[in-house]
């Protein structure tokens, strides 16, 4: 099973982030995004879809149908900086990343 | 503190063995499902593999490209995660973390290094 992540994303500060995942039907599936600065592990910011860890702002939503899944990042600030992964489970693959997406706030 | 810290890496020549640890600590180790999720430097988020808790079998689930060089293996006594890591190429060279979960990751380690080279 293929996740496709776009490679980069630019924002202005204030402005709504949205970071796309692609793939067959992944509606159907759990999605789950990360997020990683550089020189630090991955922080699971949504879940299951669209649930918030505890300690993660409600600027960051999900939303999973069809064939695109969508991490929602609300009035963008210069700290949202980083590398965003989508992943999902897969009966064949087991557990799939995206390729990644580096959010750019200008 | 809810935590994972990862030992054990290194340079390794290929062909070699190299046995990763993950002590964990804040939670309860033994009802966990537990993973390894590897970076190579620059790149993306790669899963390696993952264990179930004891309790709901301890069964193990590796990725495709480690199938058969890899064992991962848990002791709840000593809150720790391993994985053995076997005839390795300079492939497998990135930066191997632990993370809670078999599925959705909440608590990762801060990974360690392995480089495999001549």
């Known amino acids: 099973y293929v996740v496709t992540q776009p490679p980069s994303l630019s924002v202005a500060p204030g402005q709504t982030a949205r970071i796309t995942c692609g793939g067959n039907?992944?509606?159907?599936?759990?999605m789950h995004w990360y997020q990683q600065k550089p020189g630090q592990a991955p922080v699971l910011v949504v879940y299951?879809?669209?649930d918030r860890p505890s300690g993660i702002p409600e600027r960051f939503s999900g939303s999973n149908s069809g064939d695109t899944a969508t991490l929602t990042i609300s009035r963008v600030e210069l700290g949202d900086e980083a590398d965003y992964y989508c992943?999902?489970?897969?009966?064949?693959?087991?557990?799939?990343f995206g390729g990644g997406t580096k959010l750019t706030v200008l | 503190e809810v935590q994972l810290v990862e030992s054990g890496g290194g340079l390794i020549t290929p062909g070699g063995s190299l046995r990763l640890s993950c002590r964990a600590s804040?939670?309860?180790?033994?009802?966990?499902?537990m993973s390894w999720v590897r970076q190579t430097p620059g790149k993306g988020l790669e899963w390696v593999g993952r264990?179930?808790?004891?309790?709901?079998?301890?069964?193990?689930d590796y990725a495709a490209p480690v199938t058969g060089r890899i064992i991962i293996s848990r002791d709840d006594s000593k809150n720790t995660l391993y994985l053995q890591m076997n005839s390795l190429k300079t492939e497998d060279t990135a930066v191997y973390y632990c993370?809670?979960?078999?599925?959705?990751?909440?608590?990762w380690g801060q990974g360690t290094m392995v480089t495999v080279s001549s």
């Open positions: 264990i179930d808790s004891n309790l709901d079998g301890g069964t193990t």
């Open positions: 993370a809670r979960g078999g599925n959705a990751f909440d608590i």
């Open positions: 992943q999902v489970w897969d009966d064949r693959s087991f557990v799939v």
């Open positions: 804040g939670f309860t180790f033994r009802d966990a499902w």
């Open positions: 299951d879809d669209r």
């Open positions: 039907n992944i509606g159907s599936k759990n």
